[in-house]
């Protein structure tokens, strides 16, 4: 009888300290982190795998008053009707998140998604990056355009070979962690003509630049981000415009008169191999992103004069 009762204790003892846990397991899921579900469709994934695709995909959120939050996951494509898109669940900091960007940092621009939401059903954000929001290839230098310095990473690659496993089999993947240049980006394994068609038909493309710490506002906190060291008028000459403005103005420009035309094309190709080639002198890259705004102003006024 003894026994018995000692092991009604214990057992009890381990339902309440199970019951303890659960409830703390429950209440740091709700109150200390939150999940995004991401979709994400890698523009014109031509190539089908029967064994899928799985890409290193980053995201930046950004909440009022805090820094940034980066993180990369693995994102698996697949399917046989949709191939170029793919599902993931990411978990971040518990915080009150009003936009949300993603890049392949090897393969693709930067997008940003900034009409995400909470979900109130399933409990969690829901980004989309999919349609006129998928991640637009032949960026392989994760800098924020598709230019020279991309063509010359891929005719350094060209014909080459991937197996990211070993297992001598020729895969496209790229998981987290995977840093070199990797210029197939159709996803099959191999870098030829297919790969290059990203780089022609996107050239002088640029990254959506929200959803970033607008550098003065970073400038005047005490958190110690790069940005703080920066000298501020550079930070001011770059951001004299809000950038999304110019950005706007640019893509107005580009699409009304420059992609329109074969010597509209080869001033966008003549502008961004001469523009960016002093951030080559600059390995910080915040700095670079910075320059390269600089760089595009005059090209922000020609089109402010000629756009609706
Ligand atoms: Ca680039
Ligand atoms: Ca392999
Ligand atoms: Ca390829």
Known sequence: MVKTNLNKKEVNKMKKTL???????????????????????????????????DQCITF??????????????????????SPEIGVGIITVPNRNYHCIAARNKLHTLRQVDDSFYWDEISGQYVANFTGEN??????????DVIDLKDY????????TLYDSDGDGVVDG????????EHADITGNGRVDLADFSFLQINFGKTSETGCRVEPDRVAEGDDGHSWSSSPCVIA??????????????????????????????????????????????????????????KSLRPLVWVADKTTQ
């Open 60 to 81: 930046e959120l950004l909440a009022e008053g805090h820094d940034p939050v980066e993180v990369s996951v693995n994102i698996h494509f697949g399917g046989i009707f």
């Open 134 to 143: 998928q991640l637009i290839g032949g960026n392989l230098n994760d800098d």
């Open 152 to 159: 010359d990473i891929f005719q350094a690659l060209m014909s």
């Open 236 to 293: 001011t000459a770059c951001y004299e415009t809000p950038m999304a403005e110019e950005v706007k103005t640019l893509s107005a420009f580009r699409d009304e008169h420059l992609l329109t035309n074969g010597a509209g094309r080869t001033f966008v190709k003549f502008y961004y191999q001469h523009g960016p080639k002093i951030a080559d002198y600059i390995s910080d890259k915040e700095v670079i992103k910075a320059v390269v705004r």
């Open 173 to 180: 993947n790229t998981p987290c962690g995977v840093f070199t």
């Open 19 to 53: 019951l303890l846990i659960m409830v703390l397991m429950f209440v740091s899921a709700v109150s200390f982190a939150d999940q995004v579900k991401v979709t994400v469709e890698l523009q014109g994934k031509i190539d089908f795998n029967p064994n899928g695709l």
